[in-house]
Structures are given as C-alpha cells and as structure tokens.
C-alpha cells in the first residue's frame, strides 16, 4: 500500500488527502491541534458530489511520532517566511520519498530542491475549499489538479500519483512544464487573491461586477504575462480572457487569502507577489500594478 504523509491540515490538504485515502493509499495526517478528535471522529467532506467521512489511517500531532519511511510527502502548507519546511521534513525523509507540493505561488520550490535529491513534485490545485470546522471541509466547486516535476520532465511516480487522483475522480493532468503552468495559475492568484482583500472583502463576481475593479485585475494579469514571458513560459495569447471567463462560471468565491485574512491569520504576500516581484527586478522589468498590491498588503 502507498504510504503518503500529508503535512498540512487545512482544506486543501484535507480534501485531497482524502481523495489520495479514498484511492487506497494509506495516510497519516499532521495534525497540529486536535489530532484526537480527528482520529476519533474523523473529518467529514462536504462535497458537491457526494459528502463522506475521512478516516486517515493515522493522525499524528508531532512528526517525531511518525516511524515509517514515507512513499510521498505531500505538504498543503501555506507558503509563508516563517514555515521552514527544509527543517520540517529532513526528519522523515527517506531515499525514495517523493515531496509534493500543493501551493500557491512561483519559484516556491528552490530551498527544497537546493537541500534534498529526493524527487519534488509541484502540484496546482484548480479548487474552491474551505475549512468550517476541526473536522468539516466544504468542497464547493471544481478541484481538478496540474502536477510535475521541478525541473525535469515527469516521471513515472507522478504519474502514479495522478493515477490515484485519477481513479477517484479528480481530474489530474500530468505536465512536462510545470512552471508554465505555474505561471498560468499566478495569473488568477496575483490578481484576485490580493484585490479580494483590499476590495474590502468582495468575493469573485462581486470584483467582477465593478468596472473598476474588473479592470485592476485585467491590468495585474498583463503584468504576470510578461513576467511568464520573460521566464521562457509562453502562455496563449488569450489567457486572461479565458481566465476571466472561467472565473464567471464558478460560484461566487471568497478567494483562500481573503478567508486567511478574515481569520486573522498570515497572508501568502511572499509566494503570490513577492516572489514575482523579485523575478521582475532581476530582468528589470516594470510591474506598477502587482507592486501596488505588494505594497498595501505590506502593511497588514
């Protein structure tokens, strides 16, 4: 059986760990706080398809309880400054362990790759989720996945991994360019993510529906375009009107940072914008757009 250590309990970890569980794989959660009531009750998943109770087959609230040696790490963290995950997972990683990261944000994968020799694999997760309780997960809309390899074509492990994802109908597309696809993504993320909290909390139609507002996030879409061009990721020319369109036909959704922002807890500044920023002064590259959200984001 497949054994997967899932770091990560919030609603995207949750969810696809127990897509990964319902696919036969055995799964140890880390949970931080209240890994006894989710060992007891389990977490229940409030899906638009069908609702079920998750039961890993193993709940854990301090990775030095974990004595196994793991087939895949998959980390749903945040992706934030003060999360060490080098630090974190070099305790249970073992020579075949594959790391996968399902995250926001571009370049999030250079302290791991510059630290372990082990396979990561960069996942992109197409999804409306949200955590309402310790053990409640409301899967709202879609939920399809874009996985591969960091810097290299995708192996047969990953393509393992979508296979499982595959069986229990999560939509899993496996990718020989990543990072293009990655760029692809921040162009939604950069946009909607920051401007849905300095609109003052508006969700997805509500930005859509001011004039204004629609045009900011056009204008911060352009700007990722040239900075994926500038990376060598050549993205179709009707990008942003695809993403645009695509965002109409969900349901109307409080993006992942205005929900952390409600919650008083940190903001993925770094992953969404500070990190494109850097890329965009290294090919001197004007972004007036993406510095203003970087800016007044700042200052929360």
């Known amino acids: 059986m497949t054994k997967i250590l899932v770091i990560g309990a919030g609603a995207i970890?949750?969810?696809?760990?127990?897509?990964?569980?319902?696919?036969?794989?055995?799964?140890?959660?880390?949970?931080?706080?209240?890994?006894?009531?989710?060992?007891?009750?389990?977490?229940?998943?409030?899906?638009?398809?069908?609702t079920y109770c998750f039961r890993p087959q193993l709940v854990i609230?301090?990775?030095?309880?974990?004595?196994?040696?793991p087939d895949y790490i998959l980390i749903a963290t945040k992706v934030l400054p003060s999360i060490d995950l080098p630090s974190i997972i070099a305790p249970v990683l073992a020579k075949h362990t594959?790391?996968?990261?399902?995250?926001?944000?571009?370049?999030?994968?250079?302290?791991?790759?510059?630290?372990?020799?082990?396979?990561?694999?960069?996942?992109?997760?197409?999804?409306?989720?949200?955590?309402?309780?310790?053990?409640?997960?409301?899967?709202q809309d879609n939920g399809h996945l874009i996985m591969g390899n960091y810097q290299k074509k995708a192996t047969a492990d990953t393509n393992f991994l979508a296979n499982l994802f595959n069986q229990v109908n999560i939509k899993t597309k496996v990718s020989d360019n990543i990072q293009t696809d990655r760029w692809e993504k921040l162009i939604w993320n950069a946009s909607?993510?920051?401007?849905?909290?300095?609109?003052?909390?508006?969700n997805t139609k509500q930005m859509?529906?001011?004039?204004?507002?629609r045009?900011?996030?056009i204008q911060v879409m352009q700007e990722v375009f040239l900075l994926a061009k500038a990376d060598g990721c050549f993205l179709p020319e009707n990008i942003i009107a695809e993403k645009i369109?695509?965002?109409?036909?969900?349901?109307?959704?409080?993006?992942?940072?205005?929900?952390?922002?409600?919650?008083?807890?940190?903001?993925?500044?770094?992953?969404?914008?500070?990190?494109?920023?850097?890329f965009a002064k290294e090919k001197s590259i004007s972004t007036p757009y993406l510095s203003s959200?970087?800016?007044?984001?700042?200052?929360?």
Not at 61 to 69: C, V
Not at 256 to 263: A, G, I, P, V
Request: aromatic share 8%; proline share 2%.
């Open 13 to 50: 970890g949750c969810f696809y760990a127990s897509k990964l569980w319902q696919a036969g794989a055995e799964i140890c959660l880390l949970v931080r706080k209240n890994a006894q009531e989710v060992q007891e009750k389990g977490i229940d998943i409030l899906s638009i398809n069908q």
């Open 61 to 69: 609230d301090d990775l030095a309880k974990y004595q196994q040696q």
């Open 98 to 139: 594959k790391i996968v990261l399902i995250q926001n944000g571009i370049n999030i994968e250079c302290d791991l790759a510059k630290k372990f020799q082990q396979q990561i694999i960069s996942v992109i997760a197409f999804v409306c989720v949200a955590k309402i309780s310790n053990t409640k997960i409301h899967h």
């Open 192 to 202: 909607f993510n920051p401007i849905s909290v300095l609109s003052g909390g508006c």
């Open 208 to 213: 859509l529906d001011n004039t204004h507002c």
């Open 215 to 217: 045009q900011l996030i």
């Open 245 to 278: 369109a695509y965002t109409e036909k969900m349901i109307p959704y409080e993006t992942s940072m205005l929900l952390d922002f409600k919650h008083h807890r940190p903001l993925e500044i770094e992953a969404i914008l500070g990190n494109a920023l850097q």
């Open 293 to 300: 959200l970087y800016a007044l984001l700042s200052c929360f």
